[in-house]
């Protein structure tokens, strides 16, 4: 196939183009930086503007480009910053998609399991429905966003994602230092759920994404063992050999976050990934401590 990628320096991004090119798809890389290859395409951040030549041809396109979300207190200006360029961003990239000679025929969009709020102890599937709060609204938003192109006939899978394991940055990525140190521990009183995807697995999910006609609409890309947050700490001291008790308490990571603090590290999702299941999907990291092990492991 001929696949267009967004975002593919992030996280994501840059381990999905190589894996996309060793499966012997022609990959195009959507970015704000110069092209540094003929398959890089320039998107102007000036005017925030989508603009490649519509007599380009790609089978598909993966939308992953956005503000990080959980790297900043949540300011106004950072709200609004996030909010841009998930439901306007992705608006914008759908019209000119649509204005192709040749349309693609799919589009694999990111969104998150914040699409659900905060859960508490509620198993939450596809079918869960929308959550409350800023990162519910902004997914929403995204994925609304996303669904547009379903008008032109595109088949649309949305992936809500949850954290993303790879020793190379996100959350663990943040966690690493501070564990190694010896001073880590559980979030909160721990007792949240912390639903995760080790990074090859979520490539492997967009892979299928790609290609399977029965994924259209929300997907949950986590593995199908959601894990208490305590319990997460734990894992991660085992695999490190280093204690991990010292709780990081609510009210100090509220002072440091704000808002943010209350809908990403301390509510809880406890996600089932419901239809990769349906559809077959074999996970390589099915289970927490062997993901862990997995990046970690010398
Ligand atoms: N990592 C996770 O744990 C996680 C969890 C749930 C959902 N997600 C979602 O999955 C997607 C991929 O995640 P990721 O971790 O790979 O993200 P990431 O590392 O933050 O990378 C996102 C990419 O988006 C582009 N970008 C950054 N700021 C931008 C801006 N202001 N305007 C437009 N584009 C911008 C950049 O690509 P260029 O510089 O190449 O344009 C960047 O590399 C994101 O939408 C993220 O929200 C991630």
Partial sequence: MRIAVT???????R???????????????????????????LWRSADRQFRFDPALRWDAVVHLAGTPIADKRWTDPQKAQIEQTRGALTRQLVDALVA?????????????????????????????PLGRGFLAEVCHDWEAAAL???????????????????????????LLPVFRAGVGGPVGDGMQW??????????????????????AGP?????????????????????????????????ALRLAFG???????????????E????????WLYPQLAAALSAELSP
């Fill in 148 to 174: 547009t192109a379903q008008a032109a006939g595109m088949r649309v899978a949305l992936l809500r994602t949850g954290v993303v394991l790879t020793a190379e940055g996100g959350m663990l990525g943040k």
């Fill in 100 to 128: 192709m000679l040749e349309p693609p025929k799919v589009l694999v969009s990111a969104s998150a399991i914040g699409f659900y709020g905060d859960g508490h102890e509620t198993v939450l599937t596809e079918a869960s």
């Fill in 15 to 41: 381990a999905l183009v190589p894996f996309l090119r060793r499966a012997g798809h022609e990959v195009w890389r959507l970015q704000r930086t110069p092209p540094t290859d003929d398959h890089d395409v």
């Fill in 259 to 273: 808002q943010m603090a209350d809908e990403v590290l301390l509510a809880g999702q406890r996600v089932v990934p």
């Fill in 194 to 215: 912390l639903s995760w995807v080790h990074r090859d697995d979520l490539l492997r999910l967009i892979g299928l994404a790609l290609t399977d006609e029965r994924l």
């Fill in 7 to 13: 975002g593919a320096s992030g996280l994501v991004g």
């Fill in 275 to 282: 239809v990769a299941q349906r559809c077959g999907f074999v």
């Fill in 219 to 251: 997907i949950n890309a986590v593995s199908p063992e959601p894990v208490r947050q305590g319990d997460f700490a734990r894992a991660l001291g085992a695999v490190l050999h280093r204690p991990a008790f010292l709780p990081a308490p609510a009210f």
